[in-house]
């Protein structure tokens, strides 16, 4: 589990007690199938341990977050914003489930291989990639 309170710290960030809460509930919320949160879940979880945290607060620090370069932002196309720590150990991809907005975390090393033989059939080294599914669950 990383500690993104810690990871703040490390690069420069003064952490005030609002910014502790705001990066503890962005770390516990980070693989779950819930998790991933937006500006409103982290609020929600936010306003339970400090009532004085404000919904700009949280955007606040969220972007300040994103700009250190300790959280990552993804757009899953339902118009809000999701967040999560980065980890550089822990690469991984994404299925979003259509109806629930849950995301799931998958790792593939196939599509690792091919997307890095994709890149290099175009004539470029393969740096990054974001992949994402859309799904809806099946019923059984
Ligand atoms: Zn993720």
Not at 96 to 104: F, K, N, Q, T, W
Request: glycine share 8%.
């Amino acid at each position: 589990m990383i500690d993104l309170k810690k990871i703040c710290q490390e690069k420069g960030l003064r952490m005030t007690g609002q910014r502790s809460i705001i990066a503890d509930i962005i770390t516990e919320l980070g693989g779950h199938p819930a998790g991933h949160p937006d500006v409103n879940l982290i609020y929600m979880k936010a306003s339970e341990k400090d009532s004085n945290i404000s919904i700009a607060t949280v955007y606040r620090t969220v972007k300040l977050f994103e700009e250190y370069g300790v959280i990552e932002k993804h757009d899953f196309k339902d118009g809000r914003s999701r967040y999560e720590p980065i980890q550089e150990s822990n690469h991984h991809d994404h299925l979003i489930d259509i109806e629930s907005g849950d995301v799931y975390e998958f790792s593939n090393s196939e599509i690792e291989t091919i997307q890095k033989r994709i890149a290099e059939e175009l004539g470029f080294e393969l740096v990054d990639h974001r992949l994402e599914l859309y799904g809806k669950k099946i019923n059984k």
